[in-house]
């Protein structure tokens, strides 16, 4: 059965056709007086159903049909609030106290009930008049199929003046040498893709490179694809373009791909294909241009870099377009503005900085914006440009918003809630990925599919949103979830003024900023930032309201409003208010609905949210990230529903036993556990077998470098509980006892093997020393990210992690290699390396062949010699980023110069061996002599920056 999932076109409709089917089917008694009413409702929302989804993919409507659509999609909201709340009412009735209590109590909600009722009615009444208008004015809109085609917004690109380009000769010579030099010997078809967001100039590079180096080659083409190919039009194009004379004009796809293919046998090619939206079109036009060994080329563009890793697989090459910088920036927007840079007014210089800090490197947005203050000298006017540069951007700028809107179409329907969501947060936001997915989930956006959870469907929505150049990536290695890349996100600007746009047209998300407060609609999800300390209190109907996010002082600047303003609330996150107080969490327990909680450590007192969080029987998401719990209230251990559960619980949360009674936990993290408590703990942790996260600080109470507990514990964990995530800790109970010391009770992995090696995905126990690296771990087929300390490391030690078959992320703590040496070899699939060598006297050696997919690479040295920071790289072939944290000895000078010639050996071997042509600049060197450092040798002083491409940095450990 289809997943019934929130979309922005059409609204909550199929999840509430869902509900209502369930509740006709299931629950006859809850619906006892209003049965009648909704079975009506139900059949007229059924037939406006379909309508409502073929206008999802409407990129215009008429002004009456989208009135039409709104209309539905606002009742369809209406209707499941009501559904909702009359049965969460029906259930907290069933579940009360029972006897003369309970009579009593029923009797105090009939009154509820009948209001429920009445407004059942009155939606069952607007539904059919709502079908009725649909029906009068269907045959018009029918007959109203508009006939015109859009410009196609890459056509400026095609015949751009070369010489007015900006930042172009860079890249431009870039993709020609590679082109030249990619495997020069060899008369094999080589495939280059440029992939990056729209509006990056893609379309231009690519012509330019293609007018350039086109007279060498027998036949060149070239064509674009666009987002929803007439794959047979294409075909005929590069037909066209590659002058073949035969007539095409009646010819099906596979007849135009055997006369292209019968053309080209004998040919030296080059074919332009820009813009490519799929893989499917891709595998069309890669059938029909052979590879014939005659040095062939072809160059292709896409925003999805799934689609580009597949244009150029192993041995091919893909380009990332970047951003303009800033030099380049400036240039092209004065000369499209003034026409010289010796024309522009001194008084706009800081104002143009502002300007341009909206649009960073984006040559359509630079040139969209220069183009709005061509000749234009006032200042007022580019203030108000400034000011009102989202909507400037987004609806001002067509071209502009047709390249995101064809971005925007082309997602499947549920992706489209996900990127609209992101309108939520402040502009330059740093969005915690984990938080992010949790509240898609929330919403309805996604759902558990095909055997995977809901989290990993939203993983890879967002990983899509990425690869498809609409959201920005944020690695972060020291998250909870070790082998992810991408820990957080950001919205480039551009993108965000667009999305938010698009959220208001659909009343998707109300985003209201300091000192505004505007809504026509009624307000669905409501975001609220305020970056002063003075906002005015939002004004309206908030009872609509089910998603509510607020960031900055924003929660003090709603003294007269509280959660009794919220009724039908899902989703409530203030982690990121500077300052909540405790009583504005009073009445907590009256927000029925609510599946997602998110407070921060701006919460002063949480006696008022723990004492009514137990009656939130729907809650499925308790983040409290930055507060500390002292003690769980009992009544907590009626969230039956409940997944994930984090906040930085003292020791004495687990006096009661509450967690152990959270039959449906799959999350749990910051918790800390005395020692002495541990075998108590594992008794609770039996009790939840849906456990699949867990995060532990152990308490070390022991006087002795041996604490049986806690190896016992690990032991136990590992050995015997199906924990996808495990994390633990260790800290010392007092001041008097050495944090270090606890690491130095070797835990003896080697006697524990897991009972199911298959669910591990992510171990993190580097606080605390390991003895060995265990035979067992080449078993953990599923492992993606392991964090490791240990004393010595040997041969066999790295051997056996180099086995790990699917490890794509490793941190490694030690002192030294055995033998002065640390040999490295497997790691087929690793992306992501960080070793730290505490002692000198190591030197590293990566084989040739290991580690084929490594991006990036750091690397923690205490060295007072030349031959302390000895390693080789020459074999890395996929490097993008290097990071060398060193600690040196006196002689600075002398030290700088040693290393800088190690760096620049090893680069220029990996250059020559790097099969896709990286290229190595040195930008600038830099020394800087910072405090002193002194651990293991004594008067260190550390290096500091050199910067080459790709980016290197040598910075104090």
């Given at each position: 059965m289809e997943?019934?999932?929130?979309?922005?076109?059409?609204?909550?409709?199929?999840?509430?056709?869902?509900?209502?089917?369930?509740?006709?089917?299931?629950?006859?008694?809850?619906?006892?007086?209003?049965?009648?009413?909704?079975?009506?409702?139900?059949?007229?929302?059924?037939?406006?159903?379909?309508?409502?989804?073929?206008l999802a993919d409407a990129e215009q409507l008429d002004h009456e049909t989208r009135a039409w659509r709104d209309d539905v999609r606002e009742l369809s909201f209406d209707m499941e609030d009501c559904l909702d709340d009359f049965m969460a009412r029906a259930d907290t009735d069933k579940d009360g106290p029972k006897g003369l209590k309970g009579f009593f109590g029923k009797l105090t909600k009939l009154k509820p009930r009948h209001v429920i009722a009445g407004e059942i009615k009155k939606l069952k009444a607007r539904a059919i008049e709502t079908s009725k208008r649909h029906q009068r004015y269907k045959s018009d809109r029918q007959s109203s199929n508009s006939t015109t085609c859009d410009i196609d917004p890459r056509l400026n690109a095609l015949y751009v003046d070369v010489g007015k380009l900006v930042g172009i000769d860079g890249p431009k010579n870039h993709i020609i040498e590679v082109l030249k030099n990619e495997d020069s010997s060899s008369t094999q078809l080589h495939v280059l893709s440029i992939v990056g967001a729209g509006g990056l100039g893609k379309t231009t590079l690519s012509n330019v490179v293609y007018q350039t180096i086109k007279k060498p080659f027998d036949s060149s083409a070239f064509v674009s694809v666009s987002r929803k190919p007439n794959m047979r039009n294409v075909l005929r194009e590069i037909a066209k373009g590659l002058k073949i004379t035969h007539n095409t004009s009646d010819d099906g796809v596979h007849p135009l791909i055997d006369t292209l293919r019968e053309h080209l046998k004998n040919k030296k090619y080059l074919v332009v294909v820009d813009d490519i939206w799929s893989t499917e079109a891709w595998k069309t036009i890669r059938d029909a241009l052979p590879n014939n060994d005659c040095g062939s080329r072809i160059i292709t563009t896409t925003r999805n870099s799934t689609v580009a890793s597949l244009c150029s697989p192993q041995g091919d090459y893909v380009y990332r377009m970047e951003p303009l910088s800033s030099a380049d920036s400036r240039r092209l927007f004065l000369e499209r503005a003034f026409h010289s840079e010796d024309l522009f007014p001194p008084t706009l210089e800081e104002i143009s900085k502002k300007i341009l800090e909206k649009c960073p490197g984006l040559p359509l947005a630079i040139i969209t914006l220069s183009s709005m203050l061509a000749d234009e000298p006032a200042e007022e006017v580019w203030k108000r440009v400034l000011d009102a540069i989202g909507s400037s951007l987004a609806k001002e700028a067509v071209v502009m918003t047709k390249i995101l809107s064809l971005s925007y179409f082309d997602l499947p329907h549920p992706l489209r809630s996900c990127l609209l969501y992101l309108s939520a947060f402040p502009e330059d936001h740093i969005i915690d990925k984990r938080s992010l997915i949790h509240k898609w989930i929330a919403e309805g956006f996604i759902h558990e599919a095909q055997g995977r959870s809901a989290y990993e469907v939203g993983r890879d929505c967002l990983n899509e949103l990425i690869n498809k150049s609409l959201i920005q990536p944020i690695a972060n290695h020291q998250s909870d979830e070790l082998s992810d890349e991408v820990a957080a996100c950001r919205v480039h600007d551009i993108v965000l003024d667009f999305i938010i746009c698009k959220a208001e047209e659909e009343n998707?998300?109300?985003?209201?900023?300091?000192?505004?407060?505007?809504?026509?609609?009624?307000?669905?999800?409501?975001?609220?930032?305020?970056?002063?300390?003075?906002?005015?209190s939002v004004s309206g109907d908030l009872s609509h309201v089910r998603s509510l996010a607020m960031f900055g002082y924003s929660a003090l600047q709603f003294p007269a409003i509280g959660v009794l303003d919220f009724p039908v609330l899902r989703v409530l996150d203030i982690g990121e208010c500077e300052i909540v107080k405790g009583e504005q969490m009073a009445n907590i327990e009256k927000l029925l609905l609510l599946k997602y909680l998110r407070v921060g450590a701006g919460l002063i007192s949480t006696t008022e949210l723990l004492g009514g969080i137990g009656k939130l029987k729907y809650l499925e998401t308790l983040d409290m990230r930055g507060v500390e719990i002292a003690k769980l209230p009992s009544s907590m251990t009626r969230l039956q529903r409940l997944v994930r559960l984090y906040a930085y619980f003292k020791t004495s949360c687990l006096s009661d036993g509450i967690i152990g009674q959270l039959k449906n936990l799959e999350e749990l993290e910051h918790i800390m556990v005395l020692d002495s408590e541990l075998d108590k703990f594992l008794q609770e942790l039996c009790q939840l077998t849906k456990l699949r996260m867990l995060s532990v600080t152990v308490i070390d109470q022991s006087d002795s470098v041996e604490n049986k507990a806690v190896v016992r514990f690990i032991g136990t964990l590992i050995s015997s509980y199906n924990i996808h995530h495990l994390r633990i800790s260790q800290e010392p109970c007092s001041k008097n006892q050495s944090e270090g010391s606890l690491k130095y009770n070797l835990l003896p992995m080697e006697s524990w093997c897991p009972a199911n090696p298959s669910v591990f995905r992510n171990i993190d126990l580097h606080a605390r020393y390991i003895e060995k690296i265990p035979s067992w771990m080449i078993s953990l087929g599923n492992l993606r990210g392991l964090d490791l300390s240990m004393c010595r490391m040997g041969l066999e030690d790295m051997a056996n992690l180099g086995r790990i078959p699917a490890l794509t992320s490793l941190k490694l703590g030690t002192f030294y290699g055995r033998n002065g040496r640390i040999f490295i070899r497997g790691f087929r699939y690793l992306k992501y390396f960080n070793l730290k060598l505490w002692s000198c006297g190591t030197s590293m050696e990566f084989e040739e062949g290991s580690m084929p997919k490594l991006e990036v690479l750091e690397l923690h040295f205490a060295a007072h010699?030349?031959?302390?920071?000895?390693?080789?790289?020459?074999?890395?072939?996929?490097?993008?980023?290097?990071?060398?944290?060193?600690?040196?000895?006196?002689?600075?000078?002398?030290?700088?110069?040693d290393l800088w010639k190690l760096l620049s050996g090893s680069f220029a071997a990996v250059l020559l061996s790097h099969q896709t042509g990286m290229v190595v600049k040195v930008l600038n060197q830099t020394v800087s002599i910072l405090k002193n450092c002194s651990k293991d040798c004594t008067n260190r002083k550390p290096l500091i920056l050199i910067n080459t491409y790709p980016e290197v940095t040598i910075s104090p450990s």
């Open positions: 997943a019934a999932l929130v979309g922005v076109g059409t609204g909550v409709m199929k999840p509430l056709l869902s509900k209502l089917f369930k509740a006709l089917k299931e629950e006859h008694s809850k619906l006892k007086g209003v049965r009648r009413e909704v079975e009506g409702t139900r059949e007229e929302m059924s037939n406006m159903q379909a309508a409502l989804e073929a998707f998300m109300t985003s209201l900023d300091d000192g505004k407060k505007e809504k026509r609609h009624k307000v669905r999800r409501l975001s609220v930032v305020s970056r002063a300390n003075e906002m005015d010699t030349m031959e302390c920071v000895s390693f080789g790289i020459q074999h890395l072939s996929a490097l993008t980023k290097v990071d060398l944290f060193i600690d040196g000895t006196d002689d600075i000078k002398m030290r700088f110069m």
